[in-house]
């Protein structure tokens, strides 16, 4: 039983209409049977009638056949229909009564013979006693009669078996559906729980996946095509899911040794300062010691966040028609001091009226990144280069620069959060390991691709590939989250 409010279960929909398509079916065929049989009766009662019609006709085409023959017809029966009652009168052209079985009069009166129409085939009618009956109509020549003349034969033959045959025949089908439907619901039932099965078992697995057994997977072996593909995706999903909570958990436990250095560098130092009174100007080192920590921490917190938010689906950011010779030079303006500095060339290659339709902050926060990494592992001496060019339908943003270089096997590895190719550098010295996740979530949200090319000692290209800029697509999209570019947290 159902409980109340509670929709009807798979189980108990399959088994309504796998009963009631079926008992129709049945319903239908009993039907067709009946009426078949009920067809075949009325068939045979046409039949007699009109063979014995045909035998009146013989009779009055004999020229030597008079009144005393057509009495004598009317009293005959045919042998194979004993156990009927049959009826016959004969009427002159005039409508006067020549000869008739006896009581036809009172049993079937003539004017029962002229009031009830015919409908495909000799119609019924019911006899003053309440039998039925089936009766036939028709005119014919007498020859024997001098002059010749028309004469109207009335028939009927008593239906009253074949009407017990029908009832008897109703009677038991109406038995038989009644088991019918009891079969049907019965069958229906052990076939939708035969059907279900798999899907219960679906559920039962689906059930024991948590947080901690992602692992675990739906078996697809023996599933119905169907549900085979519903499976198939649902360990797909989890597939996803297992891969989010993996990294979800390797990240927040990078998070928290992230955290951990500059909180424990802070905490050390106050501890320090507070083990003996200082003099005021180390009290200033120590909160200028401070400040550096806490832009650290800043810095860190801003990258996340920006990580978070590019991440969310519903994030959408702000195109606008780029020029990237433009924007390359204002990059190449910016870091200038810090290259010279460093004694490392920047120089910037792009076509004329190169455009594209993507963000200009987050362009801007992309290519810096990708600049400061450059400037950082580029000996003096060597020389970062910004170049964009035209690919067809996108274009590319490369920064090349000719340092160190990452070696191969760590290539596909310096996209993961807080990885650093070199494991010595700290926050202090180097980068969280942050940047260029941040390139590749800009990327993402751009529906473009990055891509890394490098050599040990020869140097380091990325590669941005944007959507080129059209007339359809150059309308700005609809405004969502905006993040604003911030040079200071650049690195890696």
């Known amino acids: 039983m159902e409980r109340p409010g509670r929709p009807a279960s798979l189980a108990a929909r399959m088994t309504l209409w796998y009963a009631l398509s079926t008992f129709s079916l049945v319903l239908m065929a009993s039907g067709f049977l009946y009426h078949a049989l009920s067809e075949s009766l009325a068939h045979d009662e046409d039949a007699l009638l009109s063979e014995k019609f045909q035998n009146l006709t013989v009779r009055m085409?004999?020229?030597?056949?008079?009144?005393?023959?057509?009495?004598?017809?009317?009293?005959?029966?045919?042998?194979?229909?004993?156990?009927?009652?049959?009826?016959?009168?004969?009427?002159?052209?005039?409508?006067?009564?020549?000869?008739?079985?006896?009581?036809?009069?009172?049993?079937?009166?003539?004017?029962l013979f002229k009031t009830l129409p015919s409908k495909n085939g000799n119609p019924m009618a019911t006899s003053t006693e309440g039998r039925p009956f089936r009766i036939f109509s028709a005119t014919g020549i007498w020859t024997g009669h001098s002059p010749p003349s028309r004469v109207t034969a009335q028939m009927a033959v008593d239906i009253t078996s074949d009407q017990a045959i029908l009832a008897k025949f109703r009677a038991e089908l109406w038995t038989v559906l009644a088991f019918a439907i009891l079969a049907?619901?019965?069958?229906?039932?052990?076939?939708?729980?035969?059907?279900?099965?798999?899907?219960?078992?679906?559920?039962?697995?689906?059930?024991?996946?948590?947080?901690?057994?992602?692992?675990?997977?739906?078996?697809?072996?023996?599933?119905?095509?169907?549900?085979?593909?519903?499976?198939?995706?649902?360990?797909?999903?989890?597939?996803?899911?297992?891969?989010?909570?993996?990294?979800?958990?390797?990240?927040?436990?990078?998070?928290?040794h992230e955290l951990r250095t500059p909180l424990q560098n802070l905490r050390g130092e106050a501890e320090v300062v507070l083990t003996k009174a200082r003099q005021p100007s180390e009290y200033q080192d120590l909160l200028g010691s401070f400040l550096e920590e806490y832009q650290r921490l800043s810095t860190l917190?801003?990258?996340l966040l920006f990580l978070a938010r590019a991440e969310n689906p519903q994030t959408q950011i702000q195109r606008e028609e780029v020029d990237l010779k433009k924007e390359l030079g204002l990059l190449q303006d910016y870091y200038g001091p810090s290259a010279v500095e460093s004694g490392v060339a920047v120089r910037v290659e792009s076509l004329e009226g190169l455009r594209a339709n993507l963000?200009?902050?987050?362009?801007?926060?992309?290519?810096?990144?990708?600049?400061?990494?450059?400037?950082?592992?580029?000996?003096?001496?060597?020389?970062?280069?910004?170049?964009?060019?035209?690919?067809?339908?996108?274009v590319r943003v490369e920064v090349a620069d000719t340092g160190r270089g990452i070696p191969q096997e760590e290539v596909s590895l310096v996209f993961d959060r807080f990885y650093r190719v070199d494991p010595s550098r700290s926050l202090a010295s180097g980068g969280a390991g942050l940047g260029l996740p941040i390139v590749k979530s800009i990327m993402e949200l751009h529906e473009g691709t990055v891509e890394i090319q490098s050599q040990t000692g020869r140097g380091t290209t990325v590669v941005l590939s944007f959507p080129a800029f059209s007339q359809e697509t150059g309308h700005e999209k609809e405004a969502g989250s905006s993040v604003v570019v911030d040079y200071s947290s650049h690195s890696n």
């Not at 009144?67 to 029966?77: A, S």
């Not at 992309?366 to 600049?371: E, H, R």
Request: charged fraction near 25%; hydrophobic fraction near 35%.
């Open 301 to 303: 917190i801003d990258r």
């Open 61 to 111: 085409d004999d020229r030597t056949s008079d009144l005393n023959d057509l009495r004598e017809f009317v009293g005959e029966l045919p042998m194979w229909y004993r156990n009927a009652s049959f009826w016959t009168r004969i009427l002159d052209d005039q409508g006067r009564l020549l000869t008739e079985t006896p009581g036809m009069s009172h049993s079937l009166p003539l004017a």
């Open 184 to 256: 049907c619901a019965l069958v229906g039932y052990g076939i939708a729980q035969r059907g279900i099965r798999p899907v219960r078992k679906m559920a039962e697995t689906a059930a024991r996946i948590s947080s901690s057994t992602l692992y675990e997977r739906l078996e697809r072996s023996g599933l119905p095509s169907e549900l085979s593909d519903l499976a198939g995706t649902f360990n797909e999903m989890l597939d996803r899911l297992e891969n989010s909570f993996t990294r979800l958990s390797r990240f927040s436990s990078d998070i928290a």
């Open 359 to 394: 963000d200009r902050s987050l362009f801007q926060r992309a290519v810096g990144n990708l600049v400061e990494n450059a400037l950082k592992h580029t000996p003096a001496g060597g020389t970062v280069l910004l170049r964009a060019s035209n690919g067809g339908e996108r």
